[in-house]
């Protein structure tokens, strides 16, 4: 266990479906972050969030959408998806921006039919 | 731009030691992280090295030189729940971390 917590851990969704992917940090930090991983390839940065504000938008399609109501909880709402998408989902948490190490959740596996 | 360069697979025998190689090319250097993954698990952290130098904790050593853009991890007496994917990742001058593919360790009995 972490201490970041990832629900769902498996998602299956049609092109046109509306779902959103939870991520919760019981570890008091500050910075928040989503990422993508696909098979055989770095983890992609996609948002990053400090005291619940984003701070970093790594050049993502507007069919992501994140939120972060508190700098323990945020989210990643899904819209209208490609199967180009499907990919491992992690969210990850450090105490502050400099160079704290990351803790990151078990991911959440999308698969976009 | 940023590159982070490791090996794909590596395969290793219980009890043997093992070396996986990293190189980066990045944009300024806040450190270099190696993270270990198992399947379908989230990736935990095993070291940050900043320094020049050997960090040693238990059967994981990390060795980073900055004039090389260069790190390995060391991992000793290897056992099979070893068996896993190794995430090399560089913090540059943004403080962003940059990744590389990871490295899957097999190990064989």
């Known amino acids: 266990e972490t201490g970041v917590t990832q629900t769902p851990r498996h998602l299956v969704m049609g092109m046109t479906n509306k779902k959103s992917l939870k991520c919760e940090q019981h570890?008091?930090?500050?910075?928040m972050y989503w990422y993508k991983q696909s098979a055989k390839k770095p983890l992609e940065l996609m948002f990053v969030y400090n005291f619940k504000e984003q701070t970093e938008n790594n050049s993502v399609p507007s069919r992501f959408s994140p939120e972060c109501p508190n700098s323990s909880h945020l989210f990643l709402h899904l819209h209208t998806l490609q199967p180009e998408d499907s990919a491992l989902y992690l969210c990850?948490?450090?105490?502050?921006?400099?160079?704290?190490?990351?803790?990151f959740g078990p991911g959440t596996r999308l698969t976009v039919l | 731009g940023q590159n982070i360069d490791q090996p794909t697979e590596m395969t290793a025998t219980e009890g043997a030691i093992v070396q996986i190689n990293c190189t980066y090319q990045t944009s300024g250097f806040n450190g270099l992280f190696w993270y270990q993954q198992h399947a379908g698990e989230a990736p935990t952290f095993l070291s940050y090295?900043?320094l020049d130098g050997l960090e040693e904790k238990g059967r994981f050593s990390s060795f980073l030189s900055r004039s090389k853009g260069y790190s390995y991890l060391l991992l000793k007496e290897l056992q099979m729940k070893y068996s896993a994917s190794y995430l090399c990742?560089?913090?540059?001058?943004?403080?962003?971390?940059?990744w590389g593919a990871g490295t899957k360790l097999i190990i064989k009995p």
């Open positions: 990742a560089v913090m540059d001058s943004n403080y962003q971390l940059i």
């Open positions: 570890l008091g930090h500050n910075a």
């Open positions: 090295n900043v």
């Open positions: 990850a948490s450090s105490p502050g921006l400099d160079a704290d190490t990351q803790y």
